[in-house]
């Protein structure tokens, strides 16, 4: 790394190219730490600044991430999810080939409110079992998982290890299969509690996932909402044309990546 003094390029705009080169190239891997910024400014011999604004403009550019007190990283390739495919949250983390983890914050009997009672056919007021979880890929928090259940099908879950797979626990405890999902997609701001979870700045732009998941029976069984780091997740989505006049093609079944 050298920075051309004679070049009218201002320093700072000469280390984002440097840097950005060997990401590109590779020299820079995926989950890569980089030096701190007083060993870059060293061997460059330039002041702190240039570098804090060449690699704050990395990081603004979704290039690079940075975790306060574990330092600055190549950031992962976004995560893929296709959307009509009922999938597991953990599998597809795992499938990265990246350190997974997913840390339970809140595991709590709470009574049904009114959207969530309605989405799931039951009284108001019903007992419900509501799971919050965080997602961790490469020790980065990357979503925060929520769902509720209705308490009276599975009782004694708040019991068991809800660290793994929820859909397969529920399959392999109580016989319950995840065969359908309706859900939205849209995005949102962080809210403080969302923030601090996420580790993002309150007001961040989230995607949220926000639907329905239906058993064997065609039985509405979880209310979820997953919110993931915008810049983490990209959605593959497949549509077919019509079928027949008056008989719309499905709109892309809307996504499933909900707490598993």
């Known amino acids: 790394m050298e920075i051309d003094r004679g070049s009218s390029l201002p320093y700072h705009e000469q280390i984002y190219r440097l840097l950005l080169d060997m990401i590109v190239s590779g020299r820079l891997v995926p989950g890569g730490k980089l030096m701190q910024e007083k060993e870059y400014a060293a061997r ?7 570098v804090r604004q060449a690699i704050l403009a990395l990081v603004k550019d979704g290039y690079l991430t940075r975790t306060r007190g574990r330092g600055t990283y190549v950031r992962e390739a ?6 009509q495919l009922l999938s597991s949250f953990t599998d597809t983390l795992k499938a990265t080939g990246l350190p997974t983890a997913m840390r339970v914050v809140a595991a709590e009997t709470i009574p049904a409110d009114e959207p ?13 079992f509501r799971l919050r979880r965080v997602a961790f890929l490469a020790g980065e928090p990357v979503g925060l998982l929520t769902a509720s259940l209705p308490s009276s099908l599975f009782p004694g879950l ?4 809800l660290s793994g797979s929820l859909y397969r626990l529920l399959e392999e405890r109580y016989g319950t299969v995840m065969t359908f999902a309706r859900n ?19 007001g961040e732009a989230l995607l949220r996932v926000q639907g329905v998941t239906h058993d064997q029976h065609d039985t509405p069984v979880e209310f979820s909402q997953v919110l993931y780091q915008a810049d983490r997740f990209r959605f593959e989505i497949e549509s077919h044309p019509q079928r027949g006049e008056g008989s ?6 809307l996504p499933d990546d909900t707490p598993r």
Do not use: F, M, N, Y
């Open 44 to 50: 460059l011999g330039v002041s702190l600044a240039p």
């Open 116 to 128: 969530t009672s309605k989405a799931l056919r039951i009284p108001g007021g019903a007992e419900l």
């Open 158 to 161: 708040a019991d068991v290890d």
């Open 248 to 253: 719309p093609a499905r709109a892309a079944d």
């Open 78 to 83: 976004k995560l893929g999810a296709r959307i």
């Open 184 to 202: 939205i997609i849209e995005v949102v701001r962080a809210l403080p509690e969302q923030a601090t979870h996420l580790q993002v700045p309150v």
